[in-house]
């Protein structure tokens, strides 16, 4: 079927199902892709613990500070 087939049979813009089809080609899937770009290094757990351990000692080093959330962290 074309593409305008497609269209008027789901009752969908062209440009969808346009795009769904260069998707299918290019990638052989239509699911969700990961985003592009650098990733978060940090887990949302990780900030929460950095944040704690700042704010409950202000005179602590950064190198003691980065020390404290390796090891809890695990790493």
Do not use: F, W, Y
């Amino acid at each position: 079927m074309s593409i305008r087939e497609i269209s008027l049979l789901l009752n969908i813009p062209q440009s969808t199902v346009s795009g769904i089809v260069t998707k299918l080609k290019e990638l052989g899937t239509t699911a969700t892709q990961p985003p592009s770009g650098r990733q978060r290094k940090m887990t949302e757990r990780g900030q929460h613990m950095l944040k704690r351990t700042v704010h409950r000692s202000r005179q602590l080093s950064a190198k003691s500070v980065a020390k404290d959330l390796q090891s809890s962290c695990g790493l």
